[in-house]
């Protein structure tokens, strides 16, 4: 999927709002779906999605929605920082393949970092679903 490729609704994060597909949810609003990461990169890996769009990536985003997703970004950002206490915090989000990106709605993930612990494969090994849940409790619990 390059830039110039159309939006697929098939995409994995669209069955998951569709409720085709599970996530293990942290929060939602009218805006924007946060869930963990099945294949974190570092404990506490979390996406957060926009609602009613069809936007692949950054660039596809209708202006007058991307506020409010971007305050919802922050919001989780800031519940996954109070929540995991890590020393630092990677939020990065990727247009179209050749840039890195592997699911094509668009999403940013929020990544904890500590000092001395390098960070994880991207589209590594699958986390254990029952942790997913205990870390997705300690950030639901400061939003
Ligand atoms: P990107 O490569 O930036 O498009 O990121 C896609 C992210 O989605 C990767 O970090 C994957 O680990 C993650 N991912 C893929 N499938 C799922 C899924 N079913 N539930 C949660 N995260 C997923």
Redesign the pocket.
């Known amino acids: 999927m390059t830039l110039h490729d159309t939006y697929d609704p098939t995409n994995?994060?669209a069955k998951?709002l569709r409720g085709e597909?599970p996530?293990v949810k942290v929060y939602e609003d009218d805006t924007a779906l946060a869930?963990?990461?099945?294949?974190?990169?570092a404990e506490g890996?979390t996406?957060v999605i926009p609602k009613d769009v069809t936007a692949r990536n950054l660039l596809d985003m209708p202006p007058e929605k991307l506020g409010p997703y971007m305050l919802a970004v922050q919001k989780i950002a800031q519940a996954v920082a109070a929540a995991l206490t890590p020393d630092g915090l990677v939020v990065t989000?990727?247009n179209g393949a050749p840039a890195?990106?592997?699911?094509?709605h668009l999403?940013f993930?929020i990544i904890p970092r500590n000092e001395g612990v390098p960070l994880g494969r991207?589209?590594g090994g699958m986390a254990d679903i029952g942790e997913l849940e205990k870390l997705a409790g300690r950030i639901r619990a400061e939003l």
């Open positions: 994995i994060f998951i597909m996530a869930f963990m990461d099945v294949f974190p990169q890996h996406l989000q990727f890195g990106q592997t699911v094509y999403h993930h991207h589209g």
